[in-house]
């Protein structure tokens, strides 16, 4: 039969307390037979990482055919601090993980032309979405992709993108028409 053994830390003087639910049930926890790490509610993994969302507070005039950075200047949340809203607009979590990124551009009210979303990440495009012509009143372009960040220097920041001949710009429709939103799926 296996034990189970319970060992301080010689050098420490706190005292760690391992104390049972008020419940009528018989409950047991089973450890896997491996070495690792305990979650917690305080474990930076999936779950408990990194997360922020962020929209863009107006309109913004895109050159034709010049990739362009958005900016999103209004955070709905962002539990660690890691997206800039004010300065470069790029989002740099603090903790190294795999990464959802989500991005959606709504362009103004013209037709007939192509418009891109881009994924940046350290200054280079890393995933590229589009759309094409539909003669429909404003386009709408979104991307979603797993990006790993290492926690301390990488970044992701979002481009776009057009080919409508003159300046144009993005929609000013609120938080569900430009926004920009990344969340830690599994550490690293």
């Known amino acids: 039969m296996s034990q189970v053994k319970i060992q301080g830390n010689a050098s420490g003087t706190g005292i760690f307390t391992i104390a049972s639910p008020n419940g009528n049930t018989d409950r047991t926890l089973t450890l896997p037979d491996n070495t690792g790490t305990i979650l917690t ?44 809203n004010a300065t470069n607009y790029r989002f740099t979590p603090t903790v190294a993980g795999y990464y959802q990124v989500n991005a959606g551009i709504n362009w103004g009210g013209w037709t007939s032309t192509y418009t891109f979303i881009m994924v940046y990440k350290n200054g280079a495009e890393l995933k590229r979405g589009s759309s094409v012509p539909n003669n429909a ?28 001949g003159s300046a144009q710009s993005t929609s000013a429709f609120g938080p569900s028409a430009v926004f920009f939103q990344a969340s830690m799926v599994r550490g690293a």
Do not use: M, R
């Open 41 to 84: 509610t305080a474990s930076t993994f999936a779950a408990t990482g990194p997360a922020f969302s962020a929209y863009a507070s107006g309109a913004q005039s895109i050159n034709n055919a010049t990739a362009t950075k958005i900016a999103f200047q209004t955070e709905e949340f962002d539990t660690n601090g890691g997206y800039d």
């Open 137 to 164: 009143v404003g386009l709408n372009n979104t991307i979603s992709c797993l990006v790993y960040l290492n926690g301390s220097t990488d970044y992701v920041e979002i481009y776009g993108q057009h080919n409508n």
